[in-house]
């Protein structure tokens, strides 16, 4: 089972607590359950991607989490992961995928939780951006589990994927940041200057 190729090439469990997401939040929910009563929030391919613990004594939680993002960007999307560039892992109904903060696009992955394990491990590098978070690491220092690698030139914009135009921010502030940028470049012409603040 590729749940447990997940298990066993992950980190020890953040929480030891074995608290399970609530039945309303649907079928994938139920699935992503299966892991959380194993290890509840982990971390992998050397800390490039983070699993959430449904554990509201943990500085991350998926539920906080959840809340600061429908803050943010008023989506209803369910988010349980992200990778060290901050782009977020959720699912809606009976699908899975990945979330850009920068575009808000959501790009669609599998229907299931087994299947969204084998094409994460399948093309680990994409999905977690393994490659360029473990040479930043290398350069500087781990990336904490409320961490995340901002671009200083954003992707959308042009910016480069490059250790040289990352620097390291907040989770929370990285949204924050994100937010802006969403919402300034969402109805820009081309050649148009963007300028938003770094707070």
């Given amino acids: 089972m590729n749940i447990d190729l997940l298990i066993n090439n992950s980190s020890d469990s953040i929480s030891k607590n074995q608290i399970l997401i609530p039945n309303k939040y649907g079928y994938i929910a139920k699935e992503l359950n299966s892991i959380l009563s194993i290890k509840n929030g982990f971390e992998l391919f050397e800390g490039c991607m983070r699993f959430l613990p449904w554990d509201l004594n943990t500085s991350r939680n998926?539920?906080?989490?959840n809340n600061y993002i429908s803050s943010l960007f008023h989506t209803d999307l369910f988010f349980f992961s992200d990778n060290v560039l901050g782009e977020g892992f959720c699912f809606k109904g009976y699908e899975i995928g990945r979330f850009d903060f920068e575009t808000c696009e959501f790009e669609f992955i599998a229907s299931n939780m087994e299947n969204f394990i084998k094409s994460l491990f399948s093309d680990f590098n994409y999905f977690s951006a393994y490659s360029i978070g473990i040479t930043?690491?290398?350069?500087?220092?781990?990336?904490?589990?409320?961490?995340?690698?901002?671009?200083?030139?954003p992707f959308v914009l042009g910016g480069d994927y490059d250790v040289n135009n990352l620097y390291l921010s907040t989770i929370n502030k990285g949204l924050r940041i994100k937010n802006e940028l969403y919402n300034k470049?969402?109805?820009i012409n081309d050649g148009e200057r963007v300028v938003f603040s770094d707070s």
């Fill in 185 to 187: 470049v969402k109805n």
């Fill in 136 to 153: 930043w690491q290398r350069y500087y220092r781990k990336i904490g589990f409320d961490e995340v690698l901002m671009p200083k030139i």
């Fill in 62 to 65: 998926i539920l906080s989490w």
